[in-house]
């Protein structure tokens, strides 16, 4: 009956940190292999994400299924030592699908379109500096996006899409709570799933017979986590009501618009040249909050600044048709970091980053096309202190991503 | 065909080996700068030792702060760091206390939560107590004996030392400090430990300091081998038996003068008159540890009503050193940790003004030693000051590297420090820098005064020592 003793106060306890996801600029084979510059393409079915735009100039019908996998190596040394720290090797592998059909000589054609554009997966396990921050993250979301697209003249088309997103979040934490036996810290899990709507509106402008132009914009997506569950394992007796079972939580995950604007130029019938500039506009993304259900360590929600920036994508690419079946493909883009000083986090350990491309296109018959691309991403090292966390120290990632997809023309 | 079949596996080949390629970093290079850290020894009192829990035991030992500063060390050049661990039987040392549960009780929407601390005393080093051998009031504890000249040893803290009894300083011509200088072996069971005494029996007479300048220069063997290093962290005891005693005993309270002249005369000595390196640290503002803050006049008030099951307003009430009667607790009269809370309400007898309940009337307040007054505070603040001037100047003079304790000590109880993620303050228990005894680092507390520690060695000398990560050492162990 004496004490005063503060229950709730472990600074900074619940999930403080999460997201960006990645923005994932991968949704078409071709497109990727060109630095992922294709806004002014009507070379595949995959204009569909790249710019609606331009899925009524496509020639013929078809669908087309394609996949990367993501081998991100992200390496961390905390500052002041010695100690290089590696990521746990996961291999996200983000997909995407898409179908267009249109009568035989009709101005219009339909369009849909499942892709992947934002996710991240990292883990870094319980044996690393940041292991009270994060142990391991796993965003998806799945685009689902039917499409309109119509030829307005023989020069300029336009397409429209509505987008239906279901997002995936899986967080995990260690606590820095002790159970009598000294050994095993507590641990924390924010797992569940959302959904948010959004569209994408784009113009495709046949400036000559050897020059595109091309823009597209998709919006941003806000994405409501309802009712995710939090779990806590390991915790002591005496902390339980601070961690309650049957937590749960809602959150909003701000995936920013983006506007693309892109150019592409034949050189002649063997050689196209594309040139894109990404507009993303993260900075709407100020907070990350969690909302529980009950109080969690003593509150009822928890709030990390983010404050992103609005970030400019440039890149460029080069396709070479080598024979009639036989295509080569090459690229690069540069990408600003919308994080800024003192919000890198381990979920986000972003910088400026350089992307190589390159790949190659078969068709295996004339309905049958295979295309594969492989990119390359080398991220800055980056030097920061965390405003809120305080972990402090230096990232750096490789980033390798091969991929394949088939398209089939009826 | 054939050759393109080739290329393509050439190139197939090198992308996988491509991407088994992890990115390096090397940010930074250890390095030990202008100091030398083959022979590190550290000197000071409990906290130096590794005393934790209420006591000095193996796992607190292994990670006092000088023991993860020595750990540091190794990648620039340090050598073994000997600690006097309890041997195996007896790992418990002088035994220590543990939290077994923590209860909240909630009555009429008033909540009072106690935790249940309770001792260890298995596997102990205890062989037995001598009570006050030489009439200084002091009992001592014996304990196993730790044979320095068979083992070694680095770590010379001695839990309960000041610097008043760190050595005998005669220019003043203070008797009472000579004497409990001279035998202090005799009078504090830990350093009679040290130096292989299995009782006080007034022949222990090797001042701490000539303890430490003699086997700190000498290997095993006894042969000459002077360290390298020191780390010296005392005076902390000088302002803290008075505080945790409520401020009762003013000659508890070392005399600022003679401690700038005694620190002048260790640190002198200690950096063999400026040559040898080291750091040292200023002195905690004793009042910024929970041992002074888990307690107060409201959580009492609180348990008293929880216990009576009413909501009646209930007063404390504290003797007045200036009035020498009782008055009306505050928020800014200090109510130390151990303070025995069974005796709130008893019907005791205490000015001569009959009986009354114990600590709830002005005629029965809570006594003096309980309680850290405004006044008694400004005295103990006014020496840490004092204390604190002199080891500055002293650092300078002799050309040591300083940890600012005191200012860092202020910040984690102000606002608390996060750590990776962690959040660290200095409150009790949910803390996580202060172990049960409310004076004593947890081993996540003694990282921090670690990194502290590095931090003023790196900056002082240029060296690049590697940092702890604080986040990965325990708290206080929950039930």
Not at chain 1, 59 to 65: D, Y
Not at chain 1, 146 to 164: H, R
Not at chain 1, 335 to 357: E, F, I, K, M
Not at chain 2, 103 to 125: F, H
Request: with cysteine; charged share 15%.
């Amino acid at each position: 009956m004496k004490t005063k003793w503060t229950t709730g106060l472990l600074l900074a306890l619940p999930f403080s940190v999460f997201s960006q996801g990645f923005q994932v600029n991968l949704q078409g084979q071709k497109q990727t292999a060109m630095g992922g510059a294709g806004s002014a393409l009507t070379e595949d079915v995959s204009a569909v994400f790249y710019n609606p735009g331009a899925v009524a100039r496509l020639k013929e019908n078809g669908f087309m299924l394609g996949g990367n996998v993501t081998m991100a190596k992200v390496a961390f040394q905390e500052s002041g030592n010695s100690t290089v720290y590696q990521n746990e090797n996961k291999y996200p592998t983000p997909f995407n699908a898409y179908g267009v059909w249109g009568p035989k000589d009709a101005r219009w054609k339909l369009g849909l379109g499942v892709y992947t554009p934002f996710g991240s997966t990292i883990s870094w396990g319980s044996n690393w500096p940041g292991n009270n921050i994060l142990t391991s993250m796993a965003l998806s979301s799945i685009y689902i996006q039917p499409t309109l697209s119509y030829l307005l003249s023989e020069d300029i088309s336009i397409g429209a899409g509505f987008v239906y997103n279901h997002a995936s979040v899986d967080l995990q934490k260690d606590l820095p709570v002790i159970n009598s036996d000294g050994t095993t810290p507590g641990h924390t899990r924010l797992k569940g799933t959302g959904y948010g709507m959004g569209y994408n509106l784009g113009v495709h402008f046949k400036l000559a017979d050897d020059c595109n132009f091309g823009v597209s914009y998709r919006s941003a997506v806000k994405t409501k986590v309802k009712d995710g569950d939090m779990t806590f394992t390991n915790i002591p007796t005496s902390l339980a009501s601070s961690f309650p079972t049957g937590t749960t939580f809602n959150s909003t995950l701000a995936l920013p618009d983006v506007l693309a604007v892109g150019f592409s130029y034949d050189r002649n019938p063997k050689t196209t040249y594309v040139f894109d500039v990404n507009f993303v506009f993260w900075s709407t993304y100020k907070n990350l909050t969690f909302d529980y259900n009950q109080a969690v360590a003593g509150k009822l929600s928890s709030t990390s600044p983010q404050n992103y920036k609005d970030v400019v994508i440039f890149r460029a690419g080069v396709q070479h048709k080598y024979t009639e079946k036989f295509a080569l493909r090459a690229g690069a883009f540069y990408g600003l970091s919308p994080v800024q000083d003192g919000y890198v986090a381990p979920t986000t350990p972003d910088a400026n980053r350089l992307g190589l491309t390159a790949g190659i296109g078969y068709k295996v018959s004339s309905k049958i096309h295979i295309d594969a691309s492989f990119m390359y991403q080398y991220v800055k090292p980056r030097t920061q202190k965390n405003l809120e966390t305080g972990l402090s120290g230096t990232y750096a990632s490789h980033i390798y991503i091969p991929g394949i997809s088939i398209s089939y023309k009826l | 065909m054939k050759k393109h079949i080739l290329s393509y596996t050439a190139i197939g080949v090198s992308l996988l080996m491509a991407m088994a390629c992890r990115p390096s970093l090397d940010e930074f290079t250890p390095s030990a700068g202008n100091a030398n850290f083959t022979k590190y020894i550290a000197v000071g009192n409990s906290l130096t030792a590794g005393y934790a829990d209420g006591g000095l035991y193996n796992e607190g030992i292994n990670y006092s702060y000088t023991k993860l500063i020595s750990q540091q060390l190794s990648s620039v050049g340090g050598g073994s760091f000997v600690v006097p661990s309890f041997d195996s039987g007896q790992e418990n040392g002088s035994g220590y206390v543990k939290l077994d549960s923590i209860v909240v009780t909630t009555k009429n929407g008033i909540s009072s939560t106690k935790p249940y601390i309770n001792p260890i005393t298995t596997s102990s080093a205890i062989v037995g107590k001598v009570s006050d051998p030489f009439g200084f009031g002091v009992s001592v504890t014996v304990m196993t004996p730790y044979d320095v000249s068979q083992k070694g040893l680095n770590n010379f803290g001695v839990p309960g030392i000041k610097l008043v009894t760190a050595f005998p300083y005669t220019p003043l011509g203070n008797a009472t400090q000579t004497a409990s200088a001279t035998y202090y072996g005799d009078l504090n069971g830990y350093y009679l430990r040290l130096l292989g005494g299995t009782n006080a029996d007034g022949t222990h007479t090797t001042p701490y300091l000539n303890f430490v300048l003699d086997k700190g220069n000498k290997n095993k063997s006894g042969d000459a081998e002077p360290y390298t290093f020191f780390s010296c962290w005392l005076g902390n005891n000088d302002a803290l038996g008075y505080a945790t005693g409520g401020g009762a005993d003013p000659t508890a309270l070392t005399d600022a003068t003679l401690f700038g002249l005694m620190y002048d005369a260790a640190i002198k000595s200690l950096t063999n008159n400026g040559t040898t390196k080291g750091v040292v640290a200023t002195i905690p503002d004793v009042t910024s540890i929970p041992y002074f803050s888990a307690v107060t006049a409201a959580s009492l008030s609180a348990g008293v009503q929880v216990a009576m099951n009413t909501t009646a307003t209930i007063d404390i009430y504290v003797y007045d050193t200036s009035t020498g009667g009782g008055r009306k607790a505050t928020s800014s009269d200090l109510i130390i940790l151990e303070f025995p809370t069974s005796k709130l309400g008893s019907l005791t007898e205490a000015l001569g003004a009959g009986l009354y309940p114990y600590g709830m009337h002005p005629s029965n307040p809570i006594e003096n030693k309980y309680v850290l007054d405004p006044t008694e505070q400004a005295t103990v603040k006014g020496a840490v000051a004092s204390y604190n001037t002199t080891i500055k100047s002293v650092a300078s003079k002799y050309g040591v590297a300083l940890w600012d304790a005191n200012s860092y000590m202020a910040t984690l109880k102000a606002t608390g420090v996060v750590e990776n993620g962690v959040g660290i303050s200095a409150n009790f228990i949910s803390g996580g820098a202060f172990s049960l005894d409310g004076v004593h680092p947890t081993p996540r507390g003694a990282a921090l005064m670690a990194n502290q520690f590095i931090k003023a060695i790196n900056s002082y000398y240029g060296a690049n020592v590697p940092l702890l990560n604080v986040a990965s050492y325990r708290g206080v162990k929950m039930p």
